[in-house]
Nanobody, 117 residues
Framework: QVQLVESGGGLVQAGGSLRLSCAAS????????MGWYRQAPGNQRELVAQ??????????DSVKGRFTISTISRDNAKKTVYLQMNSLKPEDTAVYYC????????WGQGTQVTVSS
C-alpha cells in the first residue's frame, strides 16, 4: 500500500507560480512512477506530468516549458514529488491529483489550484 498526501494548492493570479508537493509513504519501493493529473469541472482527468523511478519525465503539451516535476527520496520510508508551476494561466485551474503507479494506481485526495485572470 502507498499513501499520498498533497499540499500546496491555492489561488494565484495569472502569470504567478505555485509549487505542489506530494508525500508518499508506505511501500514506496514498489513505485514505478509518480505523477500529477488534473481535472477541471466538466472535463476528464488528464495527465499533467510524470516521472519514473529512473528520473525520466514527460509533460502534457499544454504545460511544457512552464511546469517542472521532480522527486526527492529520504531514507526508504518516504518519497516526495513536486510540481513547480510557473507562468500559470486561467486554464490551469483544476483539482490536481498526485498519482503513484505500482502494480496498481494510488491517488491523493486532490488539491485545488485556481488561477485568476
Amino acid at each position: 500500500q502507498v499513501q499520498l498526501v498533497e499540499s500546496g494548492g491555492g489561488l494565484v493570479q495569472a502569470g504567478g507560480s505555485l509549487r505542489l508537493s506530494c508525500a508518499a509513504s508506505g511501500s514506496i519501493f514498489t513505485i514505478n512512477r509518480m505523477g500529477w493529473y488534473r481535472q477541471a469541472p466538466g472535463n476528464q482527468r488528464e495527465l499533467v506530468a510524470q516521472i519514473t523511478r529512473d528520473g525520466m519525465s514527460n509533460y502534457a503539451d499544454s504545460v511544457k516549458g512552464r511546469f517542472t516535476i521532480s522527486t526527492i527520496s529520504r531514507d526508504n520510508a518516504k518519497k516526495t514529488v513536486y510540481l513547480q508551476m510557473n507562468s500559470l494561466k486561467p486554464e490551469d485551474t483544476a483539482v490536481y491529483y498526485c498519482n503513484a503507479q505500482t502494480w496498481t494506481n494510488f491517488w491523493g485526495q486532490g488539491t485545488q489550484v485556481t488561477v485568476s485572470s
